[in-house]
């Protein structure tokens, strides 16, 4: 089978297609034969070891697992001696490690089932983008039903679920972007939406109760003047001064009033989660913005495309032979 690898630390030109071992499931491990993933963050962070407290974790000099990605969609090829929820066969979604490859092995707690009603490209979208839209608004921002919910850096893979699963729960809500997304996220649901080049939000004295920064870079006082009485501020993802910046100073600043400030940290990932968005994918109720395709041994593009061009929603990794065009996709059932 083949697979991207990275023996060193860099930019996309480290990543090589190569001929690997094709795995074996263990107890309550399921083999899945790839048909899409998506690029995260977190794929090409590890790549380049940024920020560089990664070293401590996955190697210091050179990466201790050469695989990389994270999202995965497919048909399960075997299982593993444990496993109970999967056969051989099923169409499944969620997290593996090393999932830029033809087959991967994942947890049988890191899938679901997914939606028959949707293709492999739209299910790879979704998994870490969603959890972490998901936790972020509901379990570090107790998202209520009629509450006025700002989503910064909507426009991104993060973003786009924040939009769509902030209005599932009855939210009205405010989407920041650049002037190029303004219409692509009315598109998908969002009530208002905020040009940062033309208006600073946290200056123009609306409040709202919460707030999810994805990637923000406003300072936390700033986001603290944006918030209702007892609204809450959430940070997913930033850079390291800032996520360590919303846990320690936003502790702080919670401790004087009724405002909330503080970080989702990592998102983790569960089968009820997954369940939970694949039941809003198969609705419709989210539908996955993808701007470009690539096939497997494009992935040093797709990833320079995406540190480059600031991609709408989510770039997906077609592993099959047969590469669907997909720009902008935003369809609904």
Same mark, same amino acid.
């Given at each position: 089978m083949?697979a991207?690898?990275?023996?060193?630390?860099?930019?996309?030109?480290?990543l090589?297609?190569?001929a690997?071992?094709? &795995?074996t499931? !263990?107890?309550?491990?399921?083999?899945?034969?790839?048909h899409a993933?998506?690029?995260n %963050?977190?794929?090409?962070?590890?790549m380049?070891?940024?920020p560089?407290?990664?070293?401590?974790?996955?190697?210091?000099?050179?990466?201790?697992?050469p695989r990389?990605?994270?999202?995965?969609?497919g048909?399960?090829?075997?299982v593993?001696?444990?496993?109970?929820q999967?056969?051989?066969g099923?169409?499944?979604?969620?997290c593996?490690?090393?999932?830029? $490859?033809?087959y991967v092995?994942?947890?049988? %707690?890191?899938?679901?089932?997914? &939606?028959t009603?949707?293709?492999?490209e739209?299910?790879?979208?979704v998994?870490? $983008?969603?959890?972490? *839209?998901l936790?972020?608004?509901r379990?570090?921002? =107790?998202?209520?039903?009629?509450?006025?919910?700002?989503?910064?850096?909507?426009?991104g893979?993060?973003g +786009?679920?924040a939009?769509?699963? %902030?209005k599932s729960?009855g939210?009205?809500?405010?989407?920041?972007?650049?002037?190029?997304?303004?219409?692509?996220?009315?598109?998908? =649901? $969002?009530?208002h939406?905020?040009?940062y +080049?033309?208006?600073?939000f946290t200056?123009?004295?609306? /409040?709202?109760?919460?707030i999810?920064a994805?990637?923000?870079?406003?300072?936390?006082?700033?986001?603290?003047?944006?918030?209702?009485?007892?609204?809450?501020?959430?940070?997913a993802? =930033? +850079?390291?001064? /800032?996520?360590f910046?919303a846990?320690?100073?936003?502790?702080f600043?919670?401790k #004087?009033?009724g405002k909330k400030?503080?970080?989702m940290?990592?998102a983790k990932?569960?089968?009820?989660?997954?369940v939970f968005?694949?039941?809003?994918l198969e609705a419709? +109720?989210?539908?996955p913005?993808?701007?470009?395709?690539?096939?497997?041994? !494009?992935? $040093?593009? *797709?990833?320079?495309?995406?540190? #480059?061009s600031?991609? /709408?929603? !989510?770039v997906?990794?077609?592993?099959? @032979?047969?590469?669907?065009?997909?720009? @902008?996709?935003?369809?609904?059932?």
């Open positions: 083949k991207l690898v990275h023996y060193n630390y860099g930019p996309p030109d480290v090589k297609l190569e690997v071992e094709k &795995p499931p !263990k107890e309550n491990q399921v083999l899945i034969k790839v993933a998506s690029v %963050a977190g794929d090409w962070r590890g380049r070891a940024d560089f407290l990664i070293r401590l974790g996955g190697g210091f000099l050179k990466p201790k697992n990389i990605g994270s999202d995965v969609a048909r399960v090829e075997a593993g001696e444990s496993v109970t999967f056969q051989p099923d169409e499944v979604f969620g593996a490690g090393g999932s830029f $490859a033809e092995l994942a947890r049988e %707690a890191f899938l679901a089932p997914k &939606p009603n949707r293709s492999f739209e299910a790879a979208a998994p870490v $983008a969603g959890l972490t *839209a936790q972020g608004l379990d570090a921002g =107790g998202i209520q039903s009629g509450q006025k919910v700002l989503i910064q850096g909507a426009s893979g993060v +786009t679920f939009v769509q699963i %902030a729960f939210a009205e809500v405010t989407a920041v972007c650049s002037t190029r997304n303004l219409d692509m996220l009315r598109s998908i =649901g $969002a009530d939406v905020i040009d +080049t033309k208006e600073d200056r123009n004295r609306q /409040q709202y109760d919460l999810l994805v990637n923000g870079y406003h300072s936390l006082f700033a986001y603290r003047r944006a918030l209702s009485p007892q609204g809450v501020y959430a940070c993802g =930033g +850079t390291m001064p /800032q996520f910046q846990i320690l100073l936003g502790r600043m919670s #004087d009033g400030m503080g970080s940290g990592i990932v569960t089968r009820e989660d997954l968005l694949g039941k809003l419709g +109720t989210i539908a913005v993808i701007d470009q395709c690539y096939p497997l041994n !494009k992935v $040093a593009e *797709a990833i320079r495309y995406i540190e #480059d600031h991609a /709408q929603g !989510k997906v990794i077609t592993v099959e @032979q047969r590469v669907e065009q997909v720009t @902008q996709q935003t369809s609904r059932a």
